[in-house]
């Protein structure tokens, strides 16, 4: 895990989001979920969405658990609460994994959630710079928010830098 100069690590639960400027580390760990990492270069402010399922559907709960209330909510927090730049605004997107071996695809939660939120950035204008998509097994990822770097580890392998 990457621990910047003052260690300071905030966690991202599950239908959460969160938002830091620098120096601070953003994690979450992720399986059918997808995390989805907002990041404004010029003045290194990060935002992390850990979210799982891709609509809400009128259901109740935290707006961060579904991709349709909780990438708008993550946008806006980064916009109007953190003042990012939407131009210098990037994104980067990891899990989705297939975590339950049903050949239906409507267990297949992994792929809508990467589906919805491929789409969505899209529609926001949001360019997605680096993914790390599906598959079988969870993994963890840290957001370093002085260099935008986002340090990607699926359980049994090496971790990878986006």
């Given at each position: 895990m990457i621990l910047n100069n003052n260690g300071n690590i905030i966690t991202v639960g599950v239908g959460d989001l969160k938002i830091a400027g620098s120096p601070k580390v953003i994690k979450t760990s992720?399986?059918?979920c997808v995390g989805v990492v907002l990041y404004d270069s010029i003045q290194k402010i990060g935002g992390m969405l850990h979210l799982m399922l891709p609509n809400c559907n009128g259901r109740e709960?935290?707006?961060?658990?579904y991709a349709d209330t909780g990438i708008p909510l993550l946008l806006d927090m980064m916009l109007n609460q953190a003042k990012a730049r939407k131009n210098a605004l990037s994104a980067k997107i990891f899990g989705g994994a297939k975590m339950f071996n049903v050949s239906s695809e409507l267990f297949d939660i992994g792929r809508s959630n990467i589906a919805e939120t491929q789409r969505l950035l899209e529609h926001f204008n949001i360019r997605i710079?680096?993914?790390?998509?599906?598959g079988t097994k969870g993994h963890q990822i840290t957001l370093d928010t002085e260099?935008?770097?986002?340090?990607?580890?699926?359980?049994?392998?090496?971790v990878k830098e986006y």
């Amino acid at each position: 895990m990457i621990l910047n100069n003052n260690g300071n690590i905030i966690t991202v639960g599950v239908g959460d989001l969160k938002i830091a400027g620098s120096p601070k580390v953003i994690k979450t760990s992720l399986g059918s979920c997808v995390g989805v990492v907002l990041y404004d270069s010029i003045q290194k402010i990060g935002g992390m969405l850990h979210l799982m399922l891709p609509n809400c559907n009128g259901r109740e709960g935290k707006p961060g658990k579904y991709a349709d209330t909780g990438i708008p909510l993550l946008l806006d927090m980064m916009l109007n609460q953190a003042k990012a730049r939407k131009n210098a605004l990037s994104a980067k997107i990891f899990g989705g994994a297939k975590m339950f071996n049903v050949s239906s695809e409507l267990f297949d939660i992994g792929r809508s959630n990467i589906a919805e939120t491929q789409r969505l950035l899209e529609h926001f204008n949001i360019r997605i710079i680096a993914s790390r998509l599906g598959g079988t097994k969870g993994h963890q990822i840290t957001l370093d928010t002085e260099t935008g770097i986002v340090q990607s580890k699926i359980f049994g392998e090496p971790v990878k830098e986006y």
